[in-house]
């Protein structure tokens, strides 16, 4: 039986120069009292487009680390509750956005009553469109990403405007772009090529790829718009791409190349985004026999094996030419700790380690090695 599972998502609204306009509808989606959530680097853009419009905001909540740790849930928390907070609105990539999720679940265990969510993407990766957040437990021997997945967190509203995205730091907005196209691939694991995620996430990473393949080397974004190499309507359709790659994620269940992402970051502190440069191309040929012919959606001249190759390829020589990391060695990762990486993975994620099939564990160790 074939389904398809849809989230509370109320609106999405895109566009240039959409963003004052947004925020001063926002009470019209249920976003009253709102606390806002972003980090420092992202304050001016709040100031300039966002707070104007938002007429009974309750203030700013800005210490919100990579990774979400749990600390910072609690301190998100507990500046919701003293300042009666009504809703949330989030400004920012996937760990504010991930940040505002648990905050709200936290607040309907406490309350009773989860607070609604707008969404201000500044990264690639989709978060704004899921229920699925991670939240990394500290106060054990040892850190772990936990993740959770509530449909009351997913965000009632979200904006899409290239001005979110014009600053973001150059590695963190494209290595963003390699983990959206991950959420298109590994959302075929438990779906089949008609189903209507299936047919968007191929139509997201061409449209990923289109762009990626034609972007300058170093230059930082707005550097690379003034020189007339990319324009604003590139990076509207890398947003788009990014909604597309992740249109039905209720729908979906996310593989291997996701959860060494959890353990690398959550527990070893790498960027989220960039674990996905190092993951995703070895763990598609890895994986290659456990998705049998789904990966001909993306690479229709291509059957079963040779269709993951070269889909994997693509993406390998987009993360090249990008000037991404490519390997675990470059992050200055610990050989070392390949061993602890394997075990967390098998202990925590028995069922994504089985799509390497046969002799999974000795077939993990080996793909550790080759991401090293």
Avoid at 153 to 165: F, G, H, M, Y
Avoid at 204 to 222: D, I, Q, S, Y
Avoid at 341 to 360: I, K
Wanted: aromatic share 8%.
């Amino acid at each position: 039986m074939n389904q398809l599972k849809c989230l509370p998502q109320e609106e999405i609204v895109w566009g240039h120069d959409i963003l004052k306009t947004v925020a001063a509808s926002m009470g019209d989606h249920g976003i009253s009292r709102p606390m806002t959530f972003t980090v420092e680097f992202l304050e001016g853009l709040n100031r300039e487009y966002l707070q104007p419009g938002i007429r009974d905001g309750v203030g700013t909540f800005t210490n919100l680390p990579p990774h979400v740790p749990d600390f910072a849930v609690r301190d998100g928390l507990r500046a919701c509750i003293e300042s009666n907070a009504g809703s949330i609105v989030a400004l920012g990539g996937g760990s504010v956005l991930d940040a505002a999720k648990a905050v709200s679940y936290e607040h309907f265990k406490q309350t009773g009553r989860y607070l609604p969510i707008a969404a201000f993407p500044t990264t690639l990766s989709g978060s704004e469109f899921s229920h699925y957040f991670g939240v990394t437990e500290t106060d054990g021997p040892q850190k772990f990403k936990r993740s959770y997945a509530v449909r009351e967190t997913t965000p009632t509203l979200v904006a899409i405007d290239p001005r979110l995205i014009v600053d973001t730091p150059r590695a963190l907005l494209l290595s963003s772009a390699i983990k959206g196209i991950d959420h298109a691939v590994e959302g075929m694991r438990r779906v089949d090529v008609d189903h209507p995620h299936a047919i968007l996430a191929a139509r997201g990473v061409e449209r990923f790829l289109a762009v990626l393949e034609k972007w300058p080397r170093n230059l930082e974004t707005r550097e690379a718009i003034e020189r007339g190499l990319v324009s604003a309507d590139d990076l509207l359709q890398l947003q788009l791409a990014a909604w597309q790659c992740y249109f039905y994620p209720a729908s979906v269940i996310y593989g291997l190349s996701h959860r060494i992402g959890h353990i690398l970051g959550g527990t070893f502190g790498l960027p989220h985004s960039v674990t996905s440069c190092v993951t995703l191309a070895p763990v598609i040929r890895a994986c290659a026999g456990a998705y049998g012919q789904k990966f001909k959606i993306f690479s229709p001249d291509h059957d079963g094996q040779t269709a993951a190759i070269s889909l994997a390829n693509r993406i390998a020589t987009v993360v090249e030419a990008l000037n991404l990391p490519s390997r675990l060695s470059t992050l200055d990762f610990d050989r070392a700790k390949l061993p602890e990486v394997a075990a967390l993975l098998m202990q925590n994620y028995p069922s994504e380690v089985g799509d390497l099939g046969d002799d999974a564990g000795r077939k993990l160790e080996a793909l550790l090695e080759r991401l090293w």
